[in-house]
């Protein structure tokens, strides 16, 4: 299959593995980077990436590392370690030049339910920091749907930085976990300002990262919303293993041809 937006994710560590397959295929990758990764990573060992991605032909976007941090914390520490990952990243995208790079916005109800306006305004800053740093290296800025039930939040988030480098990653598979709302409820609200969509599926109980059309999610409908909001949306097939990522393939294929 070749489709220049589809994308497919990778672990930067298991880059070098994966390259072959992705040269095969026609595949674009989404590169994840850790905490671990970040701190381990040489500009030598970068640059060799890229000059191997660019030789190949290859697209990318990068996913940042999200475990434990959060840019609207109350607790103005976490605020600066948060910052610091961001920034690390975003010195990373600006050798890489990713076409997106994806953050969780670390919004979660049962800590900020009752507190979102402060939620929002402590976000904020940190954000206009990324959209500058997406203007440094032509890059967008995609917040992420994680345990939100509905998209007030990301809507605010984004409307109040009110930048055309600050978009959506829209996550099908935490929307089936988490939903209160439908998927043609999320898009009208959201669906202008997806810059990109994580493929995968689930039974609505755990994060299974199935190939779709193994879970419960209408990936038919998805597309169709997707094709009227945002044609040309980054789709990212989140497998987690290349077994998964085989399936995956043949049924994005099958739903995309119908």
Known sequence: MHD??????????????ALP?????????????????LDGLTPEQLASSVARLDDAGIRRTIHAPFMD???????PLLREITQRRFHQVMDVAATLRPRVVVFHPGYDKWRYGETRDRWLAESIPLWQ???????????????????????????????CVNSPRL??????????LFKKISLEEWFSVLGPFMAETHIHDNHGE?????????????GRLVFSLLDRY?????????????DKLERALVSLEQILKK
């Not at 920091?129 to 605010?156: H, K, Q, W, Y």
């Open 230 to 242: 945002a044609p040309n949306a980054i789709k990212t097939i989140e497998a987690h293993t290349r």
């Open 206 to 218: 755990r994060d299974e990262h199935l190939p779709l059309g193994e879970g419960e999610i209408n």
């Open 129 to 159: 920091e990324m959209v500058e740093r997406g203007d440094e290296c032509d890059c967008i800025i995609a917040v992420e749907n994680i345990f939100e039930e509905e998209p007030s939040t990301l809507f605010d988030l984004i409307t």
């Open 167 to 176: 978009r959506h990653c829209f996550d099908m598979g935490h929307w089936n």
């Open 69 to 75: 941090l959060s840019p609207g914390s109350f607790e």
């Open 21 to 37: 397959f992705l040269v095969e295929r026609r595949l674009n990758v989404e590169l994840f980077f850790s905490a671990d990764t």
């Open 4 to 17: 220049n937006t589809l994308h497919v994710h990778v672990p930067y560590p298991q880059l070098d593995g």
